[in-house]
């Protein structure tokens, strides 16, 4: 019997495959993970060839173990794989690691009872229409634009069931687990068993055993969040991603994929049709849609009898005002409910020296503590934590107050202010498992509480039949980030929450408190009119030269010595601007990142403005390591921060 071979990508930063033996007794196939030796230690390895040409190697080492007894991944996946790593200058054993599940067995097995299903939702002629349009346009991108309320949600099912009808699978996207978890729900009682849930809140062999039973054609639709876009299928005909312009969709760690462009590329490898669906679609979405590269379908009016809720600006520096007050006891006096939402996590996001006019800091980075409720204080950004004290770490005076207030403080406030009031907290602190999500949820749609309060998770994608009010605090507060899409992304949040009202037969109605609420971006806001926005903002990334007009590429250099790391930003920008045309590829920097120091690590950054991003790509493989200092780099990024 002649030896075999396999070509393996190691579950590690590298960019190739490494030739290993396989043994005389062992089943091994392309697409299975293995251990094999490497670096000095066991570890996954990805099979991407078995092959019986012997490399003219002085010696190769046998594949120490095999994972699973079947093929997890196939050809389409490893061109995917290619595809991702060229994309984002990133090394494929992190791609592998990244997309592929974790779990080694599958003994978590996906429920196979039999589930009653409810007749389809009847479309309205306009939603008819953009489903038609999206079935019969030769396009593979779509984005599918439709005012908050529209009815999105009933396009995407009619799109899956015929997808479903011609023996395709789909996948499903959006952008928070809970909303998976109520999408999952909904979509259960259309569709029966016929779909796996898959995140990260379940255990690793449960995402296996999803990931097997897609893979092998017994399930033929997954809902889940970003990673879910990986998953396989024998002829994937469709995916979904509802709430496109949400940053979650964008992995912040190598190889720093983009779900939407990943499933752009699984469109053109694998022939499927991608729907992008959003009330306020990013920026580069809608110009790719104006522009012909996507196709554009729009639901311009609400489904049903609902009707677009009655926005107003109040300007104040209260907490509550007296017009939010007012509407507030009005309308649970009704039997209805509200939701309050404050962008900001803990309690007080300020801890303040009255004597040497500093605010606390975190000693590990440069990001002011804020103060939890329980009397800590919190970085959240590495997550440092320290009993709160009345003496200031600089000048040890017992002189620190709180300034501000974060949901936790809102909490307690909210209810004092309405002691017969129930009260509900949605945020990172208090949403720690899938049951806090799903009791929080459940709640509200049977109304156990009358006030969900929380940060941006509660404007995305809720669909809450007795919410009639909204309560936005602080409106104002993204607009200061040092970020050029810090009013791409309020505006979205405060159009995005104030569609949570208003959706059934009850009118709804929105207050945003702000300390300014003048200009055009406030009355676009109060409007809910994306277009006016998207007019106003386009023409000031134009003239500023940001995307859609350029790529931007973001590397961030960090690491213990400040000089060191100074050093190497400033030796790869120097190697960078030898490289490249000047004209095409403009190199910003090296300047201090927005957030100096993380986790004792200092960090420099420096940005490209590219358009002509392919010999960018091989130059940014081309930069040396430097010592003592570690460097990422993000194609695409959601943010400079």
């Known amino acids: 019997m002649n030896k075999r071979f396999a070509e393996i990508v190691p579950q590690a930063p590298v960019d190739m495959a490494y030739t290993y033996e396989v043994p005389a007794d062992m089943a091994l196939k392309t697409g299975m993970r293995v251990i094999i030796p490497f670096g000095g230690r066991n570890v996954v390895g990805f099979v991407t060839a078995v092959h019986e040409t012997r490399p003219d190697l002085a010696a190769i080492r046998p594949v120490t173990s095999v994972i699973d007894s079947e093929a997890i991944f196939n050809d389409k996946f490893i061109s995917l794989a290619r595809s991702i790593g060229a994309w984002y200058v990133a090394k494929l054993g992190d791609v592998y690691q990244c997309a592929l599940p974790s779990g080694k067995s599958r003994k978590h097995r996906v429920a196979q009872s039999a ?10 002629p306009v939603q008819q229409r ?3 349009e999206i079935l019969a346009s030769d396009a593979r991108i779509h984005l599918l634009h439709g005012i908050t309320g529209s009815g ?6 009619s799109l899956c069931r015929e997808v479903l009808s011609r023996g395709r699978s789909v996948i499903f996207l959006v952008p928070e687990i809970s909303l998976s978890t109520q999408l999952y729900t909904r979509f259960e009682r259309v569709f029966g068993n016929d779909l796996v849930l898959y995140h990260s809140e379940t255990s690793p062999n449960y995402r296996l055993d999803c990931w097997c039973r897609f893979f092998a054609g017994e399930k033929h639709i997954v809902v889940g969040t970003r990673s879910a876009v990986f998953l396989q299928a024998p002829d994937l005909g469709l995916i979904v991603i509802d709430e496109e312009h949400d940053h979650s969709y964008k992995d912040s760690s190598s190889p720093r994929y983009n779900a939407r462009r990943v499933a752009t590329f699984r469109s053109e490898i694998e022939g499927c049709k991608v729907v992008l669906g959003s009330a306020t679609p990013s920026l580069e979405s809608f110009y790719s849609a104006t522009k012909g590269p996507i196709h554009l379908a729009t639901l311009a009016e609400r489904y049903g009898s609902a009707r677009l809720p009655e926005v107003e600006i109040v300007e104040t520096d209260e907490t509550v005002s007296p017009r939010l007050r007012a509407l507030t006891l009005e309308q649970t006096r009704e039997g209805n409910q509200a939701i309050f939402l404050l962008n900001r996590r803990g309690f007080a996001p300020v801890v303040y020296c009255t004597s040497c006019k500093k605010r606390q800091m975190c000693p590990d980075c440069s990001i002011p503590l804020t103060l939890h409720r329980g009397g800590f204080l ?5 997550e440092y934590k320290r009993p709160m004290s009345p003496r200031c770490d600089y000048c040890k005076e017992d002189s620190l107050i709180t300034l501000g207030s974060g949901t936790q403080s809102i909490e307690e406030q909210i209810e004092r202010e309405f002691p017969a009031l129930a009260v509900k907290r949605m945020d990172r602190d208090s949403m720690r498992s899938k049951k806090d999500y799903d009791t929080a949820i459940s709640g509200m749609e049977q109304g156990h509480f009358d006030i969900l309060i929380g940060t941006q998770m509660v404007a995305k994608g809720f669909d809450f039949a007795n919410v009639t009010l909204i309560g936005v605090l602080a409106a104002d507060m993204g607009l200061a980030l040092p970020d050029f899409r810090a009013l791409e992304r309020t505006f979205s949040l405060l159009v995005q ?10 009118p709804g109605r929105v207050v945003i408190q702000s300390m300014c609420g003048e200009g055009a971006f406030w009355e676009s806001v109060v409007r809910s009119d994306y277009i006016s926005f998207y007019n106003d903002e386009i023409a000031k990334r134009r003239e500023a030269g940001y995307p859609p007009f350029v790529r931007l590429v973001r590397i961030v250099f960090r690491g213990k010595d400040e000089s060191r790391v100074l050093e190497a930003a400033s030796g790869a920008a120097q190697l960078l601007r030898k490289w490249l045309d ?18 004792t690590n200092y960090r420099w950054q420096i940005v490209i403005k590219s358009g002509d991003i392919a010999p960018l790509r091989r130059a940014l493989r081309e930069l040396p390591p430097f010592a003592g200092v570690y460097f990422e780099i993000d194609v695409d990024p959601v943010d400079l921060l």
């Open 115 to 124: 589930r009653e299903t409810a007749a389809p939702p009847v479309l309205s």
């Open 130 to 132: 953009a489903c038609d």
């Open 152 to 157: 999105k949600t009933e396009v995407y099912i």
């Open 378 to 382: 919190i970085c959240h950004t590495c």
């Open 497 to 506: 929450v104030s569609g949570r009202c208003g959706r059934a037969d009850k």
């Open 582 to 599: 000047a004209q095409k590829n403009i190199v910003l920097g090296p300047a201090p990142a927005p957030y100096e120091r993380i986790a």
